[in-house]
T-cell receptor, first 111, second 113 residues
Framework: GENVEQHPSTLSVQEGDSAVIKCTYS??????FPWYKQELGKRPQLIID?????GEKKDQRIAVTLNKTAKHFSLHITETQPEDSAVYFC??????????FGKGTRLHILP | DTAVSQTPKYLVTQMGNDKSIKCEQN?????MYWYKQDSKKFLKIMFS???????INETVPNRFSPKSPDKAHLNLHINSLELGDSAVYFC????????????FGPGTRLTVT
């Protein structure tokens, strides 16, 4: 079955700097890769997703890149702000199968 | 308008008791899920229903029994609660299975003493 590895488990960056979180997956048939953000005490919410027919997707300060050959995808947050502090989860899935989440990255934005 | 709602938000109970958590979605989605999030924040899928039919049943003790009376509701009943069941349980829904955005409920924090 699918296995998703996520690194790092904790990341601290200075406010205004960029943050990068990386994930690898094992099932080459996976074709949907979402990223969820979970603020303290809140529910996970989708922030960006990418499908396997696209290599990169951007939404304001957030971007995701996908390398299908290497089976890895990354989340990039630029110009980080205090409200970016949260736990971020990557995930991978394919049609009619279950979604598998990475173990999460706790992002701290330092003032 | 709450898209995915769960009740109760907090549940404190003693070992050996039986409890239920209810979930409802008003998004018209076909697929609903139950997730368990432990103290380390790992999100693990437990069950998935598609149009009231069980499609994913992970390695979960049979003390956990989901029930979907209709497409908009997915409840979770837990028998003989154990200390290790303490966690946050999230319900979620998506338009179809797996490759669509999942909308999570607010979570139910279960504490077993």
């Amino acid at each position: 079955g699918e296995n998703v590895e996520q690194h790092p488990s904790t990341l601290s960056v200075q406010e205004g700097d960029s943050a990068v979180i990386k994930c690898t997956y094992s099932d080459s048939a996976s074709n949907y890769f979402p990223w969820y953000k979970q603020e303290l005490g809140k529910r996970p919410q989708l922030i960006i997703d990418i499908r396997s027919n696209v290599g990169e997707k951007k939404d304001q300060r957030i971007a995701v890149t996908l390398n299908k050959t290497a089976k890895h995808f990354s989340l990039h947050i630029t110009e980080t702000q205090p409200e970016d502090s949260a736990v971020y989860f990557c995930a991978a899935s394919k049609r009619d199968d279950k979604i598998i989440f990475g173990k999460g990255t706790r992002l701290h934005i330092l003032p | 308008d709450t898209a995915v709602s769960q009740t109760p938000k907090y549940l404190v109970t003693q070992m050996g008791n039986d409890k239920s958590i209810k979930c409802e979605q008003n998004l018209g989605h076909d697929t609903m899920y139950w997730y368990k999030q432990d103290s380390k924040k790992f999100l693990k899928i437990m069950f998935s229903y598609n149009n009231k039919e069980l499609i994913i049943n992970e390695t979960v003790p049979n003390r956990f029994s989901p029930k979907s009376p209709d497409k908009a509701h997915l409840n979770l009943h837990i028998n003989s609660l154990e200390l290790g069941d303490s966690a946050v349980y999230f319900c979620a829904s998506s338009r179809r299975q797996a490759t669509y955005e999942q909308y999570f409920g607010p979570g139910t924090r279960l504490t077993v003493t």
